[in-house]
């Protein structure tokens, strides 16, 4: 099994900055992609940043400039620094990683279960 925590959502004021971390642990053999979705109440979930294993990134169009992604290999972590929140940011942040368990299996998509964030003043 393959586990993702979530960790460091909270309430923000408008134009705060907030950083969150993502930690993967469990029957690892490699990752893939790493990535960061949200959803707002009453609306589907929708892709933040992602980051491949080589560091090459895709970002939201609403995000772009304000958002960064990174990830440190070595301790299968990612992060997303968030700045010049906005309250339409307000959302749980899914965390998603494509996983390989064994030399032999394919990559699956595994899910952490979320943190709030909540921008308001």
């Known amino acids: 099994q393959v586990q993702l925590v979530e960790s460091g959502g909270g309430l923000v004021q408008p134009g705060g900055s907030l950083r969150l971390s993502c930690a993967a642990s469990g029957n690892i053999f490699s990752i893939n992609a790493m990535g960061w979705y949200r959803q707002a109440p009453g609306k589907q979930r929708e892709l933040v940043a992602v980051?491949?294993?080589?560091?090459?990134?895709n970002y939201a169009d609403s995000v772009k400039g304000r958002f960064t992604i990174s990830r440190d290999n070595a301790k299968n972590t990612v992060f997303l620094q968030m700045n010049s929140l906005k309250p339409e940011d307000t959302a749980v942040y899914y965390c998603?990683?494509?996983?390989?368990?064994?030399?032999?299996?394919?990559?699956?998509?595994?899910w952490g279960k979320g943190t709030l964030v909540t921008v308001a003043s």
């Open positions: 980051i491949t294993n080589v560091g090459s990134t």
């Open positions: 998603k990683a494509v996983v390989r368990t064994n030399i032999h299996g394919g990559f699956m998509d595994y």
